[in-house]
């Protein structure tokens, strides 16, 4: 059984960071695409950022290119994303996501068919 569990979420004023953290466990990591997502109240889903296995690509939402990081720990389970400058408009449900790709696919975000966490809540004052 994969769980995916997310922290790091929190209260910040604009202009602030936070630093949310995912791990995931209950396989053996080998090959999987790893993304963090939003989710905002009245708002569709979208991909914040997502990272490749080997960590050589990356993708970033155009509303956080240059103000959210991320990155894999040393353990390749584990994954977190660097926020900074903070706006009120990244007010939202932060989720985490894993899968491994059937064989002959590549995926550079996790799929609805991937491994979801129950999601870290971000509110951004002004």
């Known amino acids: 059984q994969v769980q995916v569990v997310e922290s790091g979420g929190g209260l910040v004023q604009a202009g602030g960071s936070l630093r949310l953290s995912c791990t995931a466990s209950?396989?053996?990591?080998?090959?999987?695409?790893m993304g963090w997502f939003r989710q905002a109240p009245g708002k569709e889903r979208e991909a914040v950022s997502c990272i490749s296995w080997g960590g050589s690509n990356r993708y970033y939402a155009d509303s956080v290119k240059g103000r959210f990081t991320i990155s894999r720990g040393n353990a390749k389970n584990t994954l977190y994303l660097q926020m900074d400058s903070l706006n009120v408009e990244d007010t939202a449900m932060y989720y985490c996501a894993v899968e491994r790709p059937s064989v002959g696919v590549v995926i550079l975000c996790p799929t609805d068919s991937g491994y979801w966490g129950q999601g870290t809540q971000v509110t951004v004052s002004s």
């Open positions: 209950g396989v053996t990591f080998d090959n999987y695409a």
